[in-house]
């Protein structure tokens, strides 16, 4: 009897030269940005350092004594930076790569999704490399990383299902509707409020408590920092409910990009 | 013979929403007010046709006839509204060159890039670059970034890049040659070259004089039907008496 082989080509729908075109649009993604800049992918490790630095002078006055004891409101704030970033750039340029791309996408036959997956794997790299002034300030705030720091992996990649999802669905309608950008800039504003990016979850009313815990990213946040550096607690049930928000997404995106794509195709 | 494209009743419509208006906030004003209209153009209905391995297929019509979107529909970048269609091997479309360059990259950079998006082994193209580069007498400038090349050079190198592997089915709309002068000649040259080595050849032109001489079979659209098709002298005679 024959046994199917299960590739990653035959899941996907990607040709292997088409995997060759992802590993090329990740490297653009990363490089191109910063190529006319002095310091290049440089910038990639200090953004996230100056703006956790401003913001940890904002607001340390009024959240760092409100921190669980052994908790450290440095890395606490910057691992909250760096996943809200993940997340943010992650889902606006897979949403963007499509419309972006339209030139291509008209002339030569692309899996358009190629373009989405690329934006969200170079949101989760630049997420990597900024690990390592997580680490550095991990350090400098007394704290040292956990031996459970490579499950922050398995995090980031839920992470990358997620915007790459939710990413494609936005790439439809953003096609669609001029206006949708500033709404979903919008949105994303009140979810940033609803994360406990640069607040303890303590200092919220029992009812806000609830309405934030439900939000995935808080799940998200919390693993990430458990795992990292033991900065929060974490419960088995944030990693179950961050790797089904993180599949469903992609899932739901990629099903709804899959029926609408051929109807928006022919407005780019 | 097998056939590398077989069309059978196909339509393509392009949606219009509300006059053009894309925004949500004017959708919402119009579905309050009961308003929302989504319209169809019909670009192509009811075409059937079919394209033999090996054979040199033209499409001629005036402006606006559906002949550029039948090109996208073969190029396999929209699927059709309705009907079949079915295209067996490789595509290459050579319908506006150069359309994945990057001018930040540079001219080898871009010679990747765009073979890849062409669906092509990065691996195979690397070792070939210098000899494309070669080809398209810009190997002085391989390795500085797309912007500080010419616009001819840009087009020399699409084409080069382009045309360096010969795929199952190549589509063309207009360019069969590029550059001036001596590498106008060249590139026709090796159009010809591609065209009567045995691929099958779906080319969009509005010189019918070209096509005449390329061309095996003729199929005339007008207003996104199949006005006629078959032999190009007979074709091409009916398109002209027509008062086109």
């Given amino acids: 009897m024959r046994t199917n082989k299960i590739s990653l080509y035959a899941i996907t729908g990607f040709s292997k030269n088409n995997i060759q075109l992802l590993r090329l649009l990740i490297q653009q993604e990363l490089t191109l940005r910063y190529k006319r800049s002095v310091i290049g992918i440089g910038w990639t490790l200090l953004n996230p350092m100056l703006t956790s630095f401003v913001l940890w002078i904002v607001f340390s006055f009024f959240f760092a004594g409100k921190l669980e004891t052994g908790q450290q409101f440095a890395p606490y704030l910057m691992a909250g930076i760096l996943l809200n970033t993940f997340f943010n750039q992650g889902l606006l340029q897979a949403a963007n790569s499509i419309a972006a791309n339209g030139n291509i996408l008209t002339k030569v036959a692309v899996p358009p999704k190629i373009f989405a997956f690329a934006a969200s794997l170079a949101a989760f790299t630049n997420f990597l490399i900024g690990l390592i002034p997580l680490a550095a300030v991990v350090y400098i705030s007394g704290q040292t990383l956990s031996i459970t720091f490579p499950i922050v992996l398995l995090i980031g990649l839920f992470m990358a299902f997620l915007t790459a999802g939710i990413g494609l669905m936005l790439s439809v309608i953003f096609i669609r509707f001029d206006d949708a950008k500033n709404i979903i800039n919008v949105l994303l504003l009140i979810l940033l409020y609803l994360t406990p990016v640069f607040y303890p979850l303590s200092i919220l009313s029992e009812g806000m408590q609830k309405i934030v815990t439900l939000n995935p990213l808080t799940s998200f946040l919390d693993a990430f920092r458990w795992s990292f550096s033991n900065n929060a607690s974490a419960t088995t049930g944030d990693f179950i409910y961050l790797s089904v928000t993180g599949i469903a997404f992609f899932v739901l995106g990629n099903f709804i990009f899959k029926k609408y794509w051929p109807r928006t195709v022919s407005m780019l | ?244």
């Fill in chain 2, 1 to 244: 013979m097998s056939s590398v494209i077989k069309a059978e009743n196909i339509d393509f419509a392009y949606r219009v929403l509300n006059n053009h208006q894309s925004s949500l906030k004017t959708l919402f004003r119009d579905f309050v007010k009961r308003k929302v209209r989504i319209e169809n153009y019909q670009a192509l209905s009811g075409l059937s046709f079919s394209v033999e391995k090996g054979e040199t297929f033209a499409i001629i019509g005036k402006n606006g006839a559906g002949k550029s979107t039948l090109l996208k529909l073969l190029a396999n970048v929209v699927p059709p509204t309705k009907g079949k269609l079915k295209i067996t091997g490789t595509v290459a479309p050579m319908i506006e060159l150069g359309a994945g360059f990057n001018p930040e990259l540079t001219g080898r950079e871009n010679v990747v890039f765009y073979s890849a998006l062409l669906g092509r082994d990065i691996k195979k193209v690397k070792q070939r670059v210098d000899q494309i580069a070669g080809w398209a007498g810009v190997s002085d400038h391989l390795d500085y970034q797309l912007r500080t090349f010419s616009s001819g050079m840009i087009a020399r190198l699409a084409f080069a890049t382009a045309t360096d592997e010969v795929p199952d089915l190549l589509l063309i709309d207009e360019v069969l040659s590029v550059g001036d002068g001596e590498f106008a000649q060249k590139s026709r040259t090796r159009m010809q070259e591609i065209i009567s080595s045995g691929t099958t050849v779906v080319l969009v032109s509005h010189d019918l004089a070209t096509v005449a001489e390329l061309a095996d079979r003729v199929l005339w659209l007008e207003n996104g039907k199949l006005k006629k098709i078959g032999d190009p002298k007979e074709v091409i005679a009916a398109y002209q008496s027509s008062g086109s």
